[in-house]
């Protein structure tokens, strides 16, 4: 656990994991240069379970790089400061990660919760996508809830376990690289309350967040190919996979569709030739892929145009890819010029 500034909701959030039903832990906490009371809350534990360290601030991802290099433990677990751990979670992830090998990172699903711990909403990702299925999909946007992880440390060392202090979205970034060494599963049932907070860092999808997440995926997918991708494509995906809301003039339209269908058939190569996913999940990855096919063609074409060539070549390859893909009244109502400039 790292905390800057967070004696509001600490204590709450350290008593949580010192009531778990699996008792044999060691809690590493990150103050990360508090200026208020946290130091003070976090002082008073007397549970040996428990080790604090005071540091100067240096920012979320250097905390909780220290802390992976401060811990010794086989399993590394992933806790927020103002959030509330359910009793179980430790417990059945550690059982979930001990019974299946396979298995390098885990995580579970979230009740939201306000400041004063009312229920907003809950969240929980299907735990029954198969694994293949889900590294696929882990390579074009992030389905990581970061606060309720917990991994092999044999896994983070072998990805580079230092989180990137300097990159707005550590966790994509550490998870984009553990997704093509190990499998990640969500689990099923709840591992925390997680608290939705004014202060709370958040996905901004702009820019600079659109930035980084070329940067990541710009790796990714030069890890699986052998080579960076040609032309704009990258700068392309990143935009799609964020569905970044950005003025017209921003987004990157100079990518063709045929380029972006391209760099996208030869991911899907690449990623097939490397894992080689069994006949029913290679049949799943081409839904998958059918579907955003779609979901690109209405944030590419559509809402930032409209290009209606472009978006005729997309529809084209989902149907390729599942040919009884299904289109929305709406989205047929969008594409009903694109299909009168084909009669004509």
């Given at each position: 656990m790292a905390v800057y500034n967070g004696a509001r909701h600490l204590a709450k959030s350290v008593e949580s994991i010192l009531g778990q039903t699996f008792p044999q832990f060691e809690f590493l906490i990150i103050d990360d240069g508090s200026t208020d009371e946290s130091a003070a809350i976090l002082d008073q534990y007397a549970d040996s379970r428990i080790r604090v360290i005071h540091t100067e601030n240096k920012g979320l991802g250097a905390a909780l790089s220290l802390g992976v290099q401060e811990s010794r433990a086989p399993f590394i677990a992933r806790m927020d400061a103002d959030d509330i751990a359910l009793p179980h979670r430790l417990g059945f992830q550690i059982?979930?990660?001990?019974?299946?090998?396979?298995?390098?990172?885990?995580?579970?699903?979230?009740?939201?919760?306000?400041?004063?711990?009312?229920?907003?909403?809950?969240?929980?990702?299907?735990s029954h996508i198969p694994p293949m299925l889900l590294r696929w999909q882990l390579l074009w946007q992030n389905l990581v809830t970061h606060p309720t992880v917990m991994l092999r440390r044999s896994v983070l060392e072998q990805a580079g376990q230092n989180y990137d202090s300097a990159c707005s979205v550590e966790d994509y970034d550490l998870w984009s690289r553990i997704n093509l060494i190990t499998f990640i599963q969500h689990l099923p049932g709840y591992a925390l309350r997680y608290r939705r907070t004014e202060t709370g860092m958040t996905m901004t999808r702009d820019l600079s967040q659109m930035d980084t997440m070329e940067t990541i995926q710009s790796r990714q997918f030069t890890q699986l190919l052998g080579k960076p991708l040609p032309g704009t494509s990258t700068r392309c995906f990143a935009a799609l996979s964020l569905q970044t809301s950005l003025p017209v003039e921003e987004y990157p339209l100079q990518t063709d569709s045929r380029e972006l269908i391209r760099d996208t058939e030869a991911i899907k190569a690449a990623f097939f030739d490397r894992f080689d996913p069994p006949p029913d999940e290679r049949r799943l990855i081409h839904q998958d892929l059918a579907h955003r096919y779609l979901e690109w063609t209405w944030i590419h074409h559509l809402r930032h145009g409209p290009h209606f060539a472009g978006a005729r070549h997309l529809v084209r390859m989902a149907l390729d890819h599942e040919p009884g893909t299904v289109l929305s009244l709406n989205f047929l109502k969008a594409l009903i010029p694109s299909f009168s400039e084909t009669i004509r």
């Amino acid at each position: 656990m790292a905390v800057y500034n967070g004696a509001r909701h600490l204590a709450k959030s350290v008593e949580s994991i010192l009531g778990q039903t699996f008792p044999q832990f060691e809690f590493l906490i990150i103050d990360d240069g508090s200026t208020d009371e946290s130091a003070a809350i976090l002082d008073q534990y007397a549970d040996s379970r428990i080790r604090v360290i005071h540091t100067e601030n240096k920012g979320l991802g250097a905390a909780l790089s220290l802390g992976v290099q401060e811990s010794r433990a086989p399993f590394i677990a992933r806790m927020d400061a103002d959030d509330i751990a359910l009793p179980h979670r430790l417990g059945f992830q550690i059982e979930a990660l001990r019974t299946r090998p396979n298995l390098g990172l885990v995580d579970g699903g979230t009740i939201w919760i306000d400041e004063q711990d009312r229920t907003l909403l809950t969240s929980r990702r299907p735990s029954h996508i198969p694994p293949m299925l889900l590294r696929w999909q882990l390579l074009w946007q992030n389905l990581v809830t970061h606060p309720t992880v917990m991994l092999r440390r044999s896994v983070l060392e072998q990805a580079g376990q230092n989180y990137d202090s300097a990159c707005s979205v550590e966790d994509y970034d550490l998870w984009s690289r553990i997704n093509l060494i190990t499998f990640i599963q969500h689990l099923p049932g709840y591992a925390l309350r997680y608290r939705r907070t004014e202060t709370g860092m958040t996905m901004t999808r702009d820019l600079s967040q659109m930035d980084t997440m070329e940067t990541i995926q710009s790796r990714q997918f030069t890890q699986l190919l052998g080579k960076p991708l040609p032309g704009t494509s990258t700068r392309c995906f990143a935009a799609l996979s964020l569905q970044t809301s950005l003025p017209v003039e921003e987004y990157p339209l100079q990518t063709d569709s045929r380029e972006l269908i391209r760099d996208t058939e030869a991911i899907k190569a690449a990623f097939f030739d490397r894992f080689d996913p069994p006949p029913d999940e290679r049949r799943l990855i081409h839904q998958d892929l059918a579907h955003r096919y779609l979901e690109w063609t209405w944030i590419h074409h559509l809402r930032h145009g409209p290009h209606f060539a472009g978006a005729r070549h997309l529809v084209r390859m989902a149907l390729d890819h599942e040919p009884g893909t299904v289109l929305s009244l709406n989205f047929l109502k969008a594409l009903i010029p694109s299909f009168s400039e084909t009669i004509r």
